[in-house]
């Protein structure tokens, strides 16, 4: 069973900066892809940021030029860097990985990781 956990949120100030963690269980070069995800309240779950296994990236428009996804195979962990944050980035954050489908297929888009991996998630709030 793969476990997915993540940490690194918390409550900042609009402008400031938060590296989220995910930590993996398995080897992460195990994935073809791997993302971080956001659902805010009342809102449904939308995809930020993904890392293919080949290093690509994608991001959603709302994410570009303020956040950096990057993975640290060594240590099985996925990062989440985000800069610049706003109230409107206030969620809950989780990571996600497929075995199944590469990023140019599953990229942001929730759907494909369905049936994979989660995480269960960690707090983002941004205060004005």
């Known amino acids: 069973q793969v476990h997915l956990v993540e940490s690194g949120g918390g409550s900042v100030q609009a402008g400031g900066s938060l590296r989220l963690s995910c930590a993996v269980s398995?080897?992460?070069?195990?994935?073809?892809?791997m993302g971080w995800f956001r659902q805010a309240p009342g809102k449904e779950r939308e995809g930020v940021a993904a890392l293919d296994s080949d290093g690509g990236t994608r991001y959603a428009d709302s994410a570009k030029g303020r956040f950096t996804i990057s993975i640290d195979n060594a240590k099985n962990t996925l990062f989440l860097q985000m800069n610049s944050l706003k109230p409107e980035d206030t969620a809950m954050y989780y990571c996600a990985a497929t075995p199944r489908y590469d990023c140019v297929n599953a990229g942001i888009d929730p759907y494909y990781y369905a049936r994979d991996y989660w995480g269960k998630g960690t707090l983002v709030t941004i205060s004005s």
């Open positions: 398995e080897y992460t070069y195990s994935f073809y892809c």
